[in-house]
């Protein structure tokens, strides 16, 4: 019988090997070049090829129905694996957490309330704390064999599905900090954030969210690249002070999404500490840095902090998704939600085991486990290598880039983000992305800076090599010389 019967466990058996098949063949191809890095068909025709009008009121499709819909699928999907994917911030992962998902999937170990998912909600303690270590702060103290030292205070921090909940779970927990009143109430309307202008959306978005309003956001003093100037904070604090406005939360970038460069953070931090100031550090991207023995001075003095973002999908070899939100003082982000949803946490268990009084989601997926399988695999040591060698590479890169006639870099990368253009006007750039993106042998981004359009990579593959790299500037060259004559 093939209704309502999900789990014939013969079929899954066999299918499953044939997506594992698939999915290697996939990556092989991949990182073999051996296909376009990106193929982008309109809505319509994959709809059409993969016969999404008739599948839905189908069912009961054959083996081989099965095996084409994934073959077609993946077929359209851009492999990360491949060395021309230098698009976007997204982690070329670690198998282990494929299979960790695959796991998830299986298990539907919705993980919130601790009896639906215990192994589940071990290992999400566990990463956290594992992350808290990192940054320099106490463990959370749910574990019991990791209490904080002496009178020290216990961190605190969560999973989310992204670091943009991240951010928003982060501004509820310093709104929670200044104004305890406003879960009840609502915001009050003298409440300001200071961030860079090139700060992620997210925090816009948040902040809009939670009814500031974005002009809430106030711009901080920043050089032409957009890092944040904190010798001009003081003056800006003052001015915000003298007007009756309230600050919430002071947010730099570790590292800034479109130019990957790090905003000074001890700076920033002791400023904070000096005015009793929310400091919060987007580290979605940069924070990984903290791994590596060179490359975690970009960090330096995160641990003022009172809130971090810190992705696990962007430089740990994480599959998508998976964040953290993290605190110095883990009592913070019992502020974020206050709120009493007795009918899944009676209150009477020990704070920590529930995850759903301190975070956005009901139902949660597992997504400390994609992490730890790869820690398990890799090691601390192997994430740090492929993050000292992506860094590596993208200054060599830089550095040819810039060396090369007709071609400019926005300034030396302190991350794997990199941005350049070649000689022309704004549009250039734009139309020289587009025909590279259609002929599909390179996945490049785009991003505005210094009121510029710029080229911009993010080198997330250690597979991305000098060659891809030579061979994306003569396509730019080319395509430059064709588009202007
Ligand atoms: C990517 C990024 C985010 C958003 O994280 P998602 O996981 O994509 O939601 C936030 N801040 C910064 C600085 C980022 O680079």
């Given amino acids: 019988m093939q209704t309502n019967d999900q789990w014939t466990t013969g079929d899954f058996r066999r299918r499953g090997a044939v997506v594992l098949e698939l999915l290697a063949e996939f990556v092989d191809r991949g990182r073999g070049r051996d296909r376009p890095v990106v193929r982008v068909r309109a809505v319509d025709e994959l709809t059409r090829i993969m016969e999404l009008d008739r599948l839905p009121a189908g069912g009961g499709i054959d083996d081989e129905g099965f095996r084409e819909l994934v073959v077609v699928f993946l077929d359209h999907g851009p492999p990360v694996h491949h060395p021309a994917y230098t698009a976007h911030q997204i982690a070329v992962p670690h198998y282990a957490s494929a299979l960790a998902d695959l796991i998830s999937g299986a298990l539907a170990n919705g993980m919130s309330v601790f009896e639906m998912g215990p192994a589940a909600g071990a290992v999400e303690i566990a990463v956290i704390d594992w992350m808290l270590a990192k940054i320099g702060w106490q463990p959370s103290g749910r574990n019991r064999d990791r209490q904080p030292v002496g009178d020290a205070v216990a961190g605190g921090g969560v999973l989310t599905h992204g670091g943009s909940l991240a951010n928003l779970t982060a501004m509820l ?19 300001v954030v200071v961030a860079p202008e090139c700060a992620h959306y997210s925090l816009s978005r948040a902040v809009a969210t939670m009814g500031l309003g974005t002009s809430a956001l106030l711009g901080a003093p920043a050089d032409a690249f957009g890092r ?15 007007e009756g406005k309230t600050v919430m939360a002071v947010c730099a970038n570790a590292c800034a999404t479109a130019t990957g460069l790090y905003d000074p953070v001890r700076e920033i931090g002791e400023l904070c500490r000096e005015r009793g100031l929310w400091f919060h550090v987007d580290g979605a991207h940069g924070a990984s840095a903290l791994l590596h023995p060179d490359e975690s001075v970009r960090m330096d003095g995160v641990e003022l902090a009172d809130s971090v973002v810190w992705d696990a999908h962007k430089l740990l070899q994480t599959s998508a998704l998976c964040a953290a939100v993290l605190f110095r003082d883990g009592r913070r982000l019992f502020g974020a939600f206050q709120q009493d949803a007795v009918y899944v946490t009676d209150g009477e268990r020990e704070i920590g085991h529930d995850f759903i009084p301190h975070q956005f989601e009901c139902t949660k997926a597992p997504l400390g486990l994609k992490l730890m399988l790869v820690l398990a695999l890799a090691g601390e040591r192997g994430l740090s290598e492929n993050i000292g060698a992506l860094w590596e590479n993208t200054r060599r890169f830089s550095a040819r880039i810039g060396a090369r006639d007709g071609f400019e870099v926005l300034c030396a990368p302190e991350s794997n983000i990199l941005c350049f253009r070649v000689e022309g006007d704004d549009g250039l750039q734009t139309r020289i992305r587009k025909t590279i993106m259609r002929e599909g042998d390179f996945l490049l981004s785009q991003a505005d800076v210094g009121g510029r359009r710029w080229l911009r990579m993010a080198v997330m593959n250690p597979l991305t090599d000098e060659a891809t790299v030579e061979a994306l500037l003569d396509s730019i060259e080319e395509l430059a010389a064709e588009l202007l004559g």
């Fill in 173 to 191: 927990a310093a709104r929670a900090a200044i104004a305890p009143e406003a879960w009840r109430w609502g915001t009050p309307d003298d409440l």
């Fill in 228 to 242: 944040a100037l904190p010798d001009a904070y003081p003056s800006l604090l003052d001015a915000i002070a003298a």
